[in-house]
């Protein structure tokens, strides 16, 4: 498969696990929990999640205890949401290489990309 279909693809579950595990489930386990990167294998079978976590060992366990057990759920949101053929089974473990310089800049850089947020209020702002 094209390496550039696997790094958007990966980008884009990473985005969408980001907004699942942060808005949609309601486990408090998974409170301190931060998607970092996805690696997805070039048959689209398998896709390995690294998680940040801001807690200790006894946290971090606990969050990828959740995070396995609604593996099921959050891979049939991913099959509505990217609308794909075939949504990779999610291996998910803690991503402890990296220092934090480098996190912190992959944020910066997600963060400047973003997708623009639509405005809740409707109304136009004065400058429009």
């Known amino acids: ?4 279909r696997t790094k958007r693809v990966s980008e884009a579950i990473r985005e969408e696990l980001s907004e699942l595990i942060g808005y949609e489930m309601s486990d408090p386990r998974v409170l301190a929990v931060d998607v970092t990167d996805v690696l997805v294998t070039p048959d689209m079978r398998h896709a390995q999640v690294r998680i940040h976590f801001t807690g ?5 366990d ?5 995070l396995d057990g609604a593996r099921n759920f959050l891979r049939r949101e991913l099959a509505v949401r990217l609308n794909m053929f075939r949504v990779p089974d999610l291996h998910f473990e803690p991503d402890v290489e990296g220092s934090t310089g480098e996190r912190l800049e ?3 850089k997600r963060a400047r990309k973003g997708r623009p947020r639509p405005d809740d209020s409707g109304e136009k702002s004065p400058q429009e």
């Open 56 to 60: 200790g060992t006894s946290e971090r």
């Open 62 to 66: 606990e969050a990828l205890q959740a």
């Open 1 to 4: 498969m094209d390496e550039h």
């Open 106 to 108: 992959k944020l910066l």
